[in-house]
C-alpha cells in the first residue's frame, strides 16, 4: 500500500507541545490560498463538555463533538459518531482535496481502526496527508506505514517546508510540484 512516492508527514509530537492547535493554524491558512483541506483536528478551544471530544472538521470547518465513553475496560469514542465522521471525511476525500490531516494516529489507529481506511485513501489516490503522532508511538506509526513517512517537529516551520514540497498549485491539474521532501531534505 505505502510506497517512494507517498507524501505522508508525521508531526511527533511529545509532553507539553501542542499540535491540535498547530495543525488547526496550518489548515486554517491553506484555503487562503486556494487549497482544499479535508480532515479532522481535535480543538479543545471549541469548549468541550465533559465527555465529548471537541474537533473540528475540514473543508466545512464545523464543530464536531465525539462522544467519549468511559467503561471498566477503558475510554473509547463512540462507535456511531466515529462511523458518521468517518464517512464525512471520507466523502470529502473522494469530492476531492489537496491534503487530509488526521487529529491522530491514536490508540485506535495503533489497532487497526479509527481513521485508518481514510489514511488509506488519501494515500491511494495520491493526496498528501498530515498527521500527529505522540513521540511514544512514532515506531507504532513506523511501522503502520512501513517507514515511507517523513518526520516532523511539532512546528510550523517544518510543516511549511514540507507542504512547499508536496503541494499542488491550486490552479493546476493533480500533479507534484517538484521533488519529494526526502529528496529536498537529503
Not at 464536531?64 to 462507535?79: F, N, P, Q, T, Y
Request: net charge positive; charged share 25%; proline share 5%.
Amino acid at each position: 500500500m505505502f510506497d517512494s512516492q507517498a507524501d505522508i508527514a508525521a508531526v511527533v509530537y511529545g509532553p507539553g507541545e501542542d499540535p491540535d492547535r498547530l495543525l488547526c493554524a496550518f489548515a486554517d491558512d491553506l484555503p487562503r490560498s486556494g487549497y482544499r483541506i479535508v480532515g479532522l483536528v481535535q480543538d479543545r478551544h471549541v469548549g468541550g463538555i465533559g465527555e465529548r471530544l471537541p474537533a473540528v472538521a475540514w473543508p466545512t470547518r464545523a464543530a464536531v463533538s465525539l462522544r467519549h465513553i468511559c467503561k471498566r475496560a477503558g475510554c473509547h469514542l463512540d462507535e456511531k459518531d466515529l462511523a458518521e465522521t468517518r464517512r464525512r471525511i471520507a466523502a470529502a476525500i473522494h469530492d476531492g482535496a489537496d491534503l487530509v490531516i488526521i487529529n491522530r494516529f491514536g490508540k485506535l489507529e495503533a489497532a487497526g481502526a479509527g481513521f485508518v481506511d481514510e489514511i488509506k485513501r488519501a494515500i491511494a489516490v495520491d493526496i498528501p496527508v498530515l498527521i500527529a503522532v505522540p513521540q511514544w508511538r512514532f515506531m507504532i506509526w513506523t511501522r503502520f506505514c512501513a517507514g515511507m513517512c517523513v518526520k516532523l517537529a511539532c512546528a510550523r516551520e517544518p510543516i511549511d517546508a514540507w507542504w512547499r514540497t508536496v503541494a499542488w498549485r491550486p490552479t493546476e491539474s493533480r500533479a507534484p510540484s517538484g521533488a519529494t521532501f526526502c529528496a529536498v531534505a537529503k
